[in-house]
Nanobody
Framework: QVQLVQSGGGLVQAGDSLRLSCAAS????????MGWFRQAPGKEREFVAH????????SYAASVKGRFTISRDNAKNTVYLQMNSLKPEDTAVYYC?????????????????WGQGTQVTVSS
């Protein structure tokens, strides 16, 4: 059983920064791609970013590219999402997840474990 425990998030103003963390249990963390998604009220879960098992490759949604950075520390079994220049439209619950299929890590159905979710609220 894998557990993903998220931390970070909160209420900030537009233009501010936040960093989300996602700590994983288990010894196979560095074998999997990891990703971040978000879900706003009344909307579907939306891809934000994913990172390869080694951390050498990343991919971002167009809406966050250039503002958000995904990274990982395999020694700490942790993946991060640094969010800069936040906008009100970034407001959502953010989820980290473990991807089973590296070719489809922008698709939420390809994930088998999820964190508990973290609320990010950006005021204008």
């Amino acid at each position: 059983q894998v557990q993903l425990v998220q931390s970070g998030g909160g209420l900030v103003q537009a233009g501010d920064s936040l960093r989300l963390s996602c700590a994983a249990s288990g010894r196979t963390f560095n074998s999997y791609f990891m990703g971040w998604f978000r879900q706003a009220p009344g909307k579907e879960r939306e891809f934000v970013a994913h990172i390869s098992a080694s951390g050498g490759r990343t991919s971002y949604a167009a809406s966050v590219k250039g503002r958000f950075t995904i990274s990982r520390d395999n020694a700490k079994n942790t993946v991060y999402l640094q969010m800069n220049s936040l906008k009100p439209e970034d407001t959502a619950v953010y989820y980290c997840g473990r991807c089973l299929d590296p070719q489809f890590c922008s698709t939420p159905t390809k994930y088998d474990y999820w964190g508990q979710g973290t609320q990010v609220t950006v005021s204008s």
